[in-house]
């Protein structure tokens, strides 16, 4: 639970905003992710693991997905791979989405240096123009990060590594340093076609100045499945509805 936030400028000016009540709540992807795909199966999903899709064909009102072996077809072809999505790709959506670059590392450090984190998050705006980055405390370690423009991308492990000796976290070690894309819709872009749509980041739904999706991923799929259940039966000819309602 967070209930401060300390903001920095080019790492230097700070101030500290103590709210009475938590304001945001922290989770690993890992347990998030897990309970998501708990709660789809119980509910009736089919879950295959490791099931790669290598290519998509949507042709007259049926969608096919391949992987390595096996292919599936079905009436609602549903994209929700990520900004790297290959459903996006494939249907030629979102090809103008505006595209930026996040590098993150898990960082780990002796209690100590925890411990003064445990209840606030660190954000820097200034260092990195239309970007910013981040101290998020995980429990365990802390997550800290560089988000910004694409073009931004050849200089993030140089400002990640300057902001990691900026802050007072001991002798630490990262343990995974990923990188990320994301892209960002514009309104008007369609991410739609016939029986396909996409959600949460392979649409380009997450609020490009701080990089936050989680909301809108949820947010896009609750929106979709009432236009795909129409669809199915028989009410509507394809899935405009939902382009519709997410753009209201
Ligand atoms: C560094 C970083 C920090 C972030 N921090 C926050 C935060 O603090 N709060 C927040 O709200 N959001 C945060 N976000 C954004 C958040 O991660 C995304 O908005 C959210 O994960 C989008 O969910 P999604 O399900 O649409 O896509 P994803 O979570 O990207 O899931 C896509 C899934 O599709 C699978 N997939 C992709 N391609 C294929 C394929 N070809 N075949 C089969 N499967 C495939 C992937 O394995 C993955 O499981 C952060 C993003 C980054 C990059």
């Not at 909301?215 to 382009?243: F, I, K, S």
Request: aromatic share 12%; with cysteine.
């Amino acid at each position: 639970m967070i209930s401060r936030a300390r903001i920095t400028y080019k790492q230097r000016e700070s101030f500290t905003k103590c709210f009475p009540q938590p304001f945001t709540y922290m989770t690993m992807r890992e347990k998030f992710d897990g309970f998501l795909t708990e709660r789809a199966v119980s509910a009736g999903a089919s879950l295959m693991d490791g099931f790669k899709v290598n290519r998509i064909d949507v042709d007259n009102g049926v969608s096919q997905v391949f992987g390595e072996k096996d292919a599936f077809d079905g009436k609602v072809l549903v994209g929700a791979d990520g900004a790297n999505s290959i459903v996006a790709h494939r249907l030629g959506l979102l090809q103008e989405a505006e595209m930026g670059v996040g590098l993150e590392s898990e960082v780990y450090t002796e209690d100590e240096y925890l411990q003064p984190w445990a209840s606030i998050v660190s954000l820097d705006f200034g260092t990195i123009r239309g970007g910013y980055m981040w101290v998020f405390p995980k429990g365990d370690h802390l997550s800290i990060g560089v988000a910004g423009f694409m073009k931004f991308g050849p200089r993030m492990r140089d400002l990640l590594d300057g902001y990691l000796s900026s802050l007072q976290i001991g002798d630490f070690r990262l343990q995974v340093t990923r990188r990320h894309r994301l892209a960002r819709r514009r309104l008007g872009m369609p991410f739609h076609i016939g029986n396909a749509v996409l959600i949460g980041y392979a649409a380009g739904t997450v609020d490009f100045w701080t990089g936050e999706g989680i909301y809108y991923a949820l947010r896009t799929a609750q929106m979709a499945a009432p236009a795909v259940c129409n669809y199915l039966e028989g009410n509507v000819r394809d899935l405009r509805q939902y382009e519709e309602v997410v753009d209201r």
